[in-house]
């Protein structure tokens, strides 16, 4: 479940100067539910400790080594645990890859709702500038494994893409240049720009932007309580791969969402086939899905860089979320570690 030449990648974006006034790229609203999901706050103590490449440690330690400033567990629908340090309740933290689990979901819907006709389908067929690049008769499913076959390589391209977002580059017409390196579907590479393509697709396959696409049919449907922005390339194409900034309560709730095989105040959201879907290991990862990664036991997350995670445990109906404003060491093994005991505590305590 490692990711670190991700992690290297983006702390390279994170290094790149934006360009103008800004610090980051553009963004879009997305607006809340009139009917949020319900939390409700039911405090107690968990006593977590896990073992990790052969030594001991407690969640404290876990949370402090990784620079967490936000951390929230749920049970069902009662927060059992909610801190925060340099931060509180309403600080709306960068998702960074997060968000790609966001783009899958809105993909699944689209599919249900037949704007999509199969993720068999290649994906230029909905994208034709797209039929003169590596993405050329490359199934949407590819994209959604990380496995499109095009050349990219994440540490360097990466930083590259997101720093032409900075800029209000169009996106798209990086998409359009990318060549093919491989044949997709013979190995996994984890690659931004597929995420950015399907965020694309989502909006040329419904007629509706991106991020009113996601409002619309993730967002509100959800039942999630306060406003997000989604990050965009100022050429009105949302960026798919990173930057959604939401509140972790926001995100626990996409978590609890998935937990509930895609179901929120008794409306199906998103498709229960999808849900399986997407947490199904793929052929050429077992440890990923379709934009989630799999931790090998039924649990499954959402990842992004520096230590942001929506962790879920359908065995013991827990979701924990993990946010980072600066961003600590690469954790992704260890934190499924660290999460495991405490939803395994969270069961044990009820």
């Known amino acids: 479940m490692r990711i670190t030449r991700y992690a290297v990648a983006l702390a390279l974006v994170l290094a790149v100067p934006a360009v103008g006034t800004a610090t980051a790229e553009t963004a879009d ?60 309740r309403n600080t ?8 790609k689990s966001f783009t899958s979901a809105a993909i699944g819907i689209a599919l249900g709702e037949g704007r999509i006709r199969s993720i068999d389908d290649p994906v230029d067929r909905y994208l034709p500038e797209l039929v003169r690049s590596g993405y050329a008769g490359v199934p949407i499913s590819a994209l959604l494994r990380m496995s499109s076959g095009i050349d990219w390589d994440e540490a360097t391209d990466a930083p590259r893409l ?61 039942g999630m309580e306060s406003t997000a922005t989604v990050g965009n390339d100022s050429h009105g194409d949302s960026l798919g791969y990173c930057c959604y900034h939401a509140t972790d309560r926001d995100f626990a709730r996409f978590g609890l969402l998935y ?57 013991h109906s827990v979701v924990v979320v993990k946010s980072a404003i600066a961003g600590g060491r690469p954790d992704q093994e260890e934190a499924l570690t660290a999460f495991r005991a405490v939803a395994a505590e969270v069961a044990r305590t009820r």
């Not at 947490?279 to 997350?301: E, K």
Request: hydrophobic share 35%; proline share 6%; no cysteine.
């Open 259 to 315: 937990l509930r095989g895609g179901k929120a105040g008794g409306r199906q959201v998103v498709p229960a086939s999808w849900v399986r879907a997407s947490t199904t290991p793929s052929p050429v990862n077992p440890r990923y899905g379709l934009h989630w990664w799999l931790g090998g036991s039924g649990d499954f997350m959402a990842a992004g860089f520096g230590g942001q995670y929506i962790y879920v445990s359908p065995r």
């Open 92 to 99: 709306r933290f960068q998702s960074w890859s997060m968000a």
């Open 162 to 222: 997101q720093a032409a977002a900075n800029k209000g580059y169009p996106i798209r017409k990086l998409a359009a240049r990318q060549k093919k390196g491989w044949d997709w579907g013979t190995r996994f590479e984890y690659t931004s720009m597929n995420s950015f393509v399907l965020a694309r697709l989502v909006t040329k396959a419904t007629g509706v932007p991106y991020h009113e696409y996601v409002e619309r049919k993730i967002w509100r449907p959800a």
């Open 29 to 88: 609203v997305l607006r809340p539910s009139a009917h949020p999901v319900k939390l409700r706050t039911t405090p107690r103590e968990l006593s977590v400790t896990y073992t990790y490449q052969g030594q001991e440690h407690t969640l404290d330690d876990f949370l402090t080594r990784t620079k967490t400033n936000g951390f929230l567990v749920l049970d069902g629908q009662d927060v059992v645990t909610e801190r925060y340090t340099g931060a509180n």
